[in-house]
Each structure stands twice: as structure tokens, then as C-alpha cells.
């Protein structure tokens, strides 16, 4: 069992979340942080079309073992002020600080035993949350040990080898109309557009973009925070995570300076669910919504659960 109650924090605008305690409180308790991964899905991790709970999920997860968490909406999203399309990366690192931060104050936790998980662009942001606001440990979840300059147009890289490598009508359709060369130059046009731009945000084709979050994110580089993290770390990424490289969860553990562990999960992807199957970038969003409905990966929560009891809840 678990109560929930209604958080505001004062960082560079209010943000909003949800504490989540256990019933049976201890005088101090620990306390997890979870940072949420790219996208303006609200604290839950739910957005329009995107119904999949997994931030609440791992929250009452942790919350019936023993830990006190909190998850809020990014500046800029649902109950939150600010503007996410000028929200960049170090905005969100301050912002993610400041959630910090208040755990520590709060009366009801040890601050000596406040974590971060971190989800996808989370796990990429934890190691320098925790570079700016010390924590006791991270968990990094689908995250991934390069700079972002490469890593990102990884994804567009494996689309565009899809296109090339497609059969059949489609495949001679996509020959015919030279999909996977125009995809790529429009693509070159957009980075180089954005990458030379100075505004926070920009319209493409009567779209907003977030340039600024674009032109950090190319700069920024999680190696350099990770090789500065001393704190207990556990690495984690499903085998069929096409978002990441699964590789990369043994090079955050070695990276780090701490004590570190890292898995593999068998059969799990980037929204944590089962999936025996190989996911296709091409079709990636509807193979994920046939899966919102799915529980988060039993053998995902058995690990964590073992670690966090070994260190924290002695």
C-alpha cells in the first residue's frame, strides 16, 4: 500500500508532481528520483496515444518496497510552467536538481539515501544531475555511454538501412520514388538548419522544434559525467532495445568510477516490456502501443529489487 499526495517545486518555473509514500514510513526513508525520457509525456509517462503508465508503474513499484519516489511533469508539459519547445538540456538538468534537492529536505527522508533512475534521455541526464546535486546511487535504464552527436542519428541510420533493405511492391515503391535518398537529405537539411540556428525553437514545415534541446543535445557528451560517478550504479537494457545499443549498459558500468552492475534483460525493449520479437524503426510506434497494455518486465523489477534491497534497505 501506498499514499500519493500532490508536489510543487520552485526551480527555474513551478513544476508539479507526485510524492508517493509507503504506508508503513519509517522516521527516514529512502528515496528514489525518476527522470523520464524524451517527449512531452506527462509524469506517468502517459501522453495523447500513449496510455503506458510506466513511470507509475516503476513508482509504486519502489514505493512497495520500501522507497519514497517522485516523478513530475518536465517543464513545459501538462501541469508544469515554462515552454517545452525552449526547455534545453541543461534547463532539464536543473530542473531534475532541483526535484533533488527537495527530497532531501523533505523530513520524511534520509537525504543520505536519495537515487536517480533515469529512463532513456533520463539515463542520459542522471550522471550530471548527479554531477550538480550528489545521490546516493543511479539506476540508468535504456541508457547509453557515447556523445549524443553520435549516438542520435543511430535511429534515422537504421530507418534508412529498413527502406534500402525492404522487398517486394514496397521495396520497389521506395526504389522508384528514391525515399531513402530524399529522406536523407531532407534530414541534412533540417540538422544543418537547426545545428546553425541561435533561437530556442524554430518552425519547420509549420512545425515547432525545439532547437535549442537539439544544440545541446549534439553537444553534450555522458561520458564525460559518467567517468565522474562514484556512487553505486546499476546499468540496465533489454536485448530487443532498438533505441540504444544493449552493449552500452556494460559500458556505463565500466565507465563509471563506483561501484557498478550491469544486465542485459533478455527479450525486453526500450518501454520495458517483453517482446519476443524484433522491433522494425519503421513501424516502432504502433509495435509499441500493441504493447501498452503489457506489465512492466518481471525479470527487470526482480533485479532492481535485489539491488536496491542489498544497498539501501538494510
Same mark, same amino acid.
Given at each position: 500500500?501506498?499514499?500519493?499526495?500532490?508536489?510543487?517545486?520552485?526551480?527555474?518555473?513551478?513544476?508539479?508532481?507526485?510524492?508517493?509514500?509507503?504506508?508503513?514510513?519509517?522516521?527516514?526513508?529512502?528515496?528514489?528520483?525518476?527522470?523520464?525520457?524524451?517527449?512531452?509525456?506527462?509524469?506517468?509517462?502517459?501522453?495523447?496515444?500513449?496510455?503506458?503508465?510506466?513511470?507509475?508503474?516503476?513508482?509504486?513499484?519502489?514505493?512497495?518496497?520500501?522507497?519514497?519516489?517522485?516523478?513530475?511533469?518536465?517543464?513545459?508539459?501538462?501541469?508544469?510552467?515554462?515552454?517545452?519547445?525552449?526547455?534545453?538540456?541543461?534547463?532539464?538538468?536543473?530542473?531534475?536538481?532541483?526535484?533533488?534537492?527537495?527530497? +532531501?529536505?523533505?523530513?520524511?527522508? !534520509? &537525504?543520505?539515501?536519495?537515487? /536517480? *533512475?533515469?529512463?532513456? #534521455?533520463?539515463? %542520459?541526464?542522471?550522471?550530471?544531475?548527479?554531477?550538480?546535486?550528489?545521490?546516493?546511487?543511479?539506476?540508468?535504464?535504456?541508457?547509453?555511454?557515447?556523445?549524443?552527436?553520435?549516438?542520435?542519428?543511430?535511429?534515422?541510420?537504421?530507418?534508412?538501412?529498413?527502406?534500402?533493405?525492404?522487398?517486394?511492391?514496397?521495396?520497389?515503391?521506395?526504389?522508384?520514388?528514391?525515399?531513402?535518398? +530524399?529522406?536523407?537529405?531532407?534530414? !541534412? &537539411?533540417?540538422?544543418?538548419? /537547426? *545545428?546553425?540556428?541561435? #533561437?530556442?525553437? %524554430?518552425?519547420?514545415?509549420?512545425?515547432?522544434?525545439?532547437?535549442?534541446?537539439?544544440?545541446?543535445?549534439?553537444?553534450?557528451?555522458?561520458?564525460?559525467?559518467?567517468?565522474?560517478?562514484?556512487?553505486?550504479?546499476?546499468?540496465?537494457?533489454?536485448?530487443?532495445?532498438?533505441?540504444?545499443?544493449?552493449?552500452?549498459?556494460?559500458?556505463?558500468?565500466?565507465?563509471?568510477?563506483?561501484?557498478?552492475?550491469?544486465?542485459?534483460?533478455?527479450?525486453?525493449?526500450?518501454?520495458?516490456?517483453?517482446?519476443?520479437?524484433?522491433?522494425?524503426?519503421?513501424?516502432?510506434?504502433?509495435?509499441?502501443?500493441?504493447?501498452?497494455?503489457?506489465?512492466?518486465?518481471?525479470?527487470?523489477?526482480?533485479?532492481?529489487?535485489?539491488?536496491?534491497?542489498?544497498?539501501?534497505?538494510?
Amino acid at each position: 500500500m501506498s499514499q500519493m499526495e500532490e508536489v510543487t517545486i520552485e526551480s527555474q518555473f513551478t513544476l508539479k508532481g507526485t510524492l508517493t509514500t509507503p504506508t508503513d514510513l519509517k522516521e527516514r526513508n529512502p528515496a528514489i528520483l525518476i527522470i523520464p525520457g524524451t517527449g512531452m509525456t506527462n509524469r506517468d509517462g502517459n501522453d495523447k496515444g500513449i496510455n503506458i503508465n510506466i513511470y507509475k508503474d516503476l513508482a509504486d513499484f519502489f514505493t512497495s518496497i520500501g522507497f519514497i519516489t517522485f516523478r513530475y511533469d518536465k517543464r513545459g508539459t501538462h501541469e508544469s510552467d515554462g515552454d517545452y519547445y525552449t526547455a534545453g538540456v541543461q534547463d532539464l538538468i536543473d530542473d531534475a536538481c532541483a526535484c533533488v534537492h527537495f527530497l +532531501k529536505k523533505d523530513q520524511r527522508v !534520509d &537525504a543520505d539515501s536519495v537515487l /536517480i *533512475l533515469g529512463h532513456s #534521455e533520463g539515463a %542520459l541526464l542522471a550522471p550530471a544531475v548527479h554531477a550538480q546535486e550528489p545521490v546516493a546511487g543511479l539506476i540508468l535504464l535504456a541508457g547509453a555511454a557515447e556523445p549524443s552527436k553520435v549516438l542520435l542519428p543511430k535511429q534515422f541510420e537504421m530507418a534508412m538501412k529498413e527502406i534500402k533493405e525492404t522487398r517486394g511492391f514496397k521495396g520497389w515503391l521506395f526504389k522508384v520514388l528514391n525515399v531513402a535518398k +530524399k529522406a536523407q537529405k531532407q534530414q !541534412d &537539411a533540417v540538422m544543418a538548419k /537547426i *545545428l546553425n540556428s541561435k #533561437e530556442d525553437m %524554430l518552425k519547420i514545415k509549420g512545425t515547432k522544434v525545439n532547437a535549442k534541446w537539439m544544440r545541446e543535445q549534439y553537444d553534450y557528451n555522458v561520458c564525460e559525467y559518467l567517468e565522474k560517478v562514484t556512487c553505486p550504479t546499476l546499468a540496465i537494457t533489454g536485448a530487443k532495445d532498438i533505441q540504444v545499443p544493449p552493449d552500452h549498459a556494460e559500458k556505463i558500468a565500466s565507465t563509471v568510477k563506483g561501484e557498478s552492475e550491469w544486465h542485459i534483460i533478455h527479450d525486453m525493449n526500450h518501454i520495458l516490456r517483453k517482446y519476443p520479437k524484433d522491433h522494425k524503426m519503421l513501424s516502432l510506434m504502433k509495435e509499441y502501443k500493441e504493447m501498452f497494455e503489457q506489465p512492466i518486465d518481471a525479470e527487470l523489477l526482480e533485479v532492481m529489487e535485489k539491488w536496491l534491497k542489498e544497498k539501501y534497505l538494510n
